[in-house]
């Protein structure tokens, strides 16, 4: 075994099998030789996941290994909004169903990896419940800041984003914060689990680089309004997240439509062994489709975007 064991976790069901695992294989096709992931899969005790769905992944000369944890009904009451059912709140729980570890990274599975994390795992938490980058929207935009503020144990400018983040597990069980966790997702609280981290574990947070979570708003203010980043990253950490970040496709899905950075999940949907030609086709020809239907005038439209407004610096 590899030099290097680092536990990480997601949790999903089985209608985001395709996108896990994707974002499994670039973990792996990311990893430095001397690190092996240990990996655990959190989802629902009701879901039939077939675990031979990511097989591939362990066969051979393998870089990981995969455990699987059926999660009983603990947030069957929770609040759920915007689409997003009760698997989200499985992270709250990583500290109790993943006991193996004192410190887990857990990850959102509509990410795409293009860095090795033992650099991140090897970061002391000290007395922090929990590490994770900003939520670059929720912090900077008119809504998001309208969103925080309204919600008096939020802070703007200090509201973390949920979707990658390192749980120091010791700390969390020792303090008994997944019973504060869990009393918490009673609430009708808009962003769920990350609203629930933000307030429990307000004032206790290791503020990551902007690369380990490159989110959909973060990529925009990166490219478009730099220097509003300036307040907490320089010029060197925009510019290395940019090039070499992780993706986090927290709006828009590539599997499903054109949005930013579509073009690099599919290079690694391309390289994965999971690739489809079928799949992979379809999604390219339905869009040719689409496009062959517009109007003359937005197909015009789109021309300038591209031609003019895309060459803007």
Known sequence: ???????????????????AQICLSSLIDSAKDDVFYDIYILYPESNKLKQDDFKKLTDGDSKCRIHYRQIRDDFAGAFEIRGITTPAYYRLLIPDVIPEYDKVIYSDVDVIFRMDLSDLYGIDLGDNYIAATRDIGLNLSKEGIDYVNSIPELEVGNYLQSGFIMLNCKKIREDGLVAEFKRQAERKLKFQDQDILNIVCKGKVKWLPLEYNMTDYSFYYAMKERNILYRWFDDEEITNAIARGNLHYNGHKPWKKYCVNFDIWWEYYRKSPFFDERFYFDFYYRKLDELDQLSLLKRIKILLRYFVYGRKK
Do not use: Q, R, T
């Open 1 to 19: 075994m590899a030099n290097k064991v680092i536990p990480i976790a997601f949790a999903f069901d089985d209608n985001l099998v395709a996108p």
